[in-house]
């Protein structure tokens, strides 16, 4: 157990709708990343926010926005869902901006019907 | 951008040893990193390498060659339960993003009795 809970674990709904991904980091942890795995595209990188202020930027579609609050939990919202959306949807922490290791949550499965 | 190359499948039988190969091509290298991931589970961080050389940890190793752009993850005494993807991943150093990560696509490992 790595301390980074994400909710919820399964998510299913259908084209064109929002969602939003919750995710609490290790108690200490200051930075959230956010990260995609599809079967085709393997895990890629969506952002980064470091003690609320969003701090590096990745392949993040337009339609996808996260914000870290400050009690420092962050959420991913997801909204006008395609098909090709459907991924594992891993959030991420470190205890600063820069460490060398990430402690990721158990991730959440969305699937677009 | 980032490129990472690394072998799709490996496998081998209990109690061998294996490498799994990983080769980048990024401006701003800063370092690499090793993750495991077992089917349907979150990413655990297994190594990172900074310098040129080789770290080791208990029945795993990591490998880095700056010069040749390349790192190798070693595996000794595979036990059954060493059966999953293995992603190199690169940080770069280019600032206030110098957190992020970029994976390759994976390494899966199948371990026979």
């Known amino acids: 157990d790595s301390g980074v809970t994400q909710t919820p674990k399964h998510l299913i709904t259908a084209t064109g709708q929002r969602v939003t991904l919750r995710c609490s980091p290790r108690?200490?942890?200051?930075?959230v990343y956010w990260y995609q795995q599809s079967l085709d595209q393997g895990l890629q990188f969506l952002i980064q926010y470091y003690n609320g202020e969003e701090r590096a930027k990745g392949n993040i579609l337009e339609r996808f926005s996260a914000q870290q609050f400050p009690d420092l939990h962050s959420e991913l919202n997801l909204s006008s869902l395609e098909l090709g959306d459907s991924a594992l949807y891993f959030c991420?922490?470190?205890?600063?901006?820069?460490?060398?290791?990430?402690?990721f949550g158990p991730g959440t499965r969305l699937t677009v019907t | 951008g980032q490129s990472l190359e690394q072998p799709s499948e490996v496998t081998a039988v209990e109690g061998a040893i294996v490498q799994i190969n990983c080769t980048y091509q990024t401006s701003g290298f800063y370092g690499l990193s090793w993750y495991q991931q077992h089917d349907g589970g979150a990413p655990t961080f297994l190594s990172y390498?900074?310098?040129?050389g080789l770290e080791e940890t208990g029945r795993f190793s990591s490998f880095l060659s700056r010069s040749d752009s390349y790192g190798y993850l070693l595996l000794q005494e595979l036990q059954m339960k060493d059966s999953a993807s293995y992603f190199c991943a690169v940080r770069v150093d280019r600032g206030s993003t110098l957190g992020r990560l970029y994976f390759g696509r994976g390494t899966q490992l199948t371990v026979w009795p």
């Open positions: 390498n900074a310098l040129d």
């Open positions: 108690s200490g942890d200051l930075s």
């Open positions: 991420a922490s470190s205890e600063g901006g820069d460490e060398d290791e990430q402690y």
